[in-house]
T-cell receptor, first 118, second 115 residues
Framework: GAVVSQHPSRVICKSGTSVKIECRSL??????MFWYRQFPKQSLMLMAT?????????EQGVEKDKFLINHASLTLSTLTVTSAHPEDSSFYIC??????????????FGEGSRLTVL | AQSVAQPEDQVNVAEGNPLTVKCTYS??????LFWYVQYPNRGLQFLLK??????LVKGSYGFEAEFNKSQTSFHLKKPSALVSDSALYFC?????????????FGTGTRLQVFP
C-alpha cells in the first residue's frame, strides 16, 4: 500500500517556541492531506484539511493562526504549531489519499508525531 | 451530521476465540465505512472498507466486517483471535452525500486478547 512518512516522530520543545511537523506521501501524489490530533486514550480529532496550492480548511474550534498548514507540493504538507504551550502537547497524525485510487480510496496515515511542550 | 459510535471502550477475549468489535453509523446518504487499527505510539493502519456490493467485507490479518443497513452497523470480526491482535481499533465513516473527503472516527475500542 501507499506510504505516508511523518517527521519528526517525537519532539520536545520549550513553551513559546514553534515546531514544524512534515508529512510526505512517498509513492503517490496527494492533492489533499488531513491533519488529526489525538489526545491520550481518545479518538482522532480532525484539525484541518490541507489543500495543495491553496489555503487549508480548518475545523470549527481550531485556531488557524496557531496551527499553520502549508501544502506547497503534491507530496508534502507541513503543520507548524506556533508559540507552543503545554496544552498543545499531543499526538499529531497526518493522512493522505492516493489520488489515482479516487474518492473511494482509504486514507493512509503517517506514524504520528508526539509533541511535548515543557 | 455524520458520525460513528463504538459502544465498547474495551473488549477482552481469549486467544483462539472469535472476536467482535462493534460499530454503528449515522449518515444522511450512503456511507463509506472503514476500520483501522492503531498500535501504541503509531499511526493508523487500514484494515478494510465497505463501499458497495457484498455486505461481508474481508480485510487484512484475517479480519472481516459485515455491513448491515437495517441496523446501521459495521461490526468488525475475526474467527480466531491472536494475542498480537491486541490494539486500538477505530471505525470511521465518510459521507459520500456531503461531497467531502472527511473521515470521521469513532472513539475507538481497545481489544485485549489474553493468552
Amino acid at each position: 500500500g501507499a506510504v505516508v512518512s511523518q517527521h519528526p516522530s517525537r519532539v520536545i520543545c520549550k513553551s513559546g517556541t514553534s515546531v514544524k511537523i512534515e508529512c510526505r506521501s512517498l509513492d503517490f501524489q496527494a492533492t489533499t492531506m488531513f491533519w488529526y490530533r489525538q489526545f491520550p486514550k481518545q479518538s482522532l480529532m480532525l484539525m484541518a484539511t490541507s489543500n495543495e496550492g491553496s489555503k487549508a480548511t480548518y475545523e470549527q474550534g481550531v485556531e488557524k493562526d496557531k496551527f499553520l498548514i502549508n501544502h506547497a507540493s503534491l507530496t508534502l504538507s507541513t503543520l507548524t504549531v506556533t508559540s507552543a504551550h503545554p496544552e498543545d502537547s499531543s499526538f499529531y497524525i497526518c493522512s493522505a489519499r492516493d489520488e489515482e485510487v479516487g474518492y473511494t480510496g482509504e486514507l493512509f496515515f503517517g506514524e504520528g508525531s508526539r509533541l511535548t511542550v515543557l | 451530521a455524520q458520525s460513528v459510535a463504538q459502544p465498547e471502550d474495551q473488549v477482552n477475549v481469549a486467544e483462539g476465540n472469535p472476536l467482535t468489535v462493534k460499530c454503528t453509523y449515522s449518515v444522511s446518504g450512503n456511507p463509506y465505512l472503514f476500520w483501522y487499527v492503531q498500535y501504541p505510539n503509531r499511526g493508523l493502519q487500514f484494515l478494510l472498507k465497505y463501499i458497495t456490493g457484498d455486505n461481508l467485507v474481508k480485510g487484512s490479518y484475517g479480519f472481516e466486517a459485515e455491513f448491515n443497513k437495517s441496523q446501521t452497523s459495521f461490526h468488525l470480526k475475526k474467527p480466531s483471535a491472536l494475542v498480537s491482535d491486541s490494539a486500538l481499533y477505530f471505525c470511521a465513516v465518510r459521507d459520500i452525500g456531503s461531497n467531502t473527503d472527511k473521515l470521521i472516527f469513532g472513539t475507538g475500542t481497545r481489544l485485549q486478547v489474553f493468552p
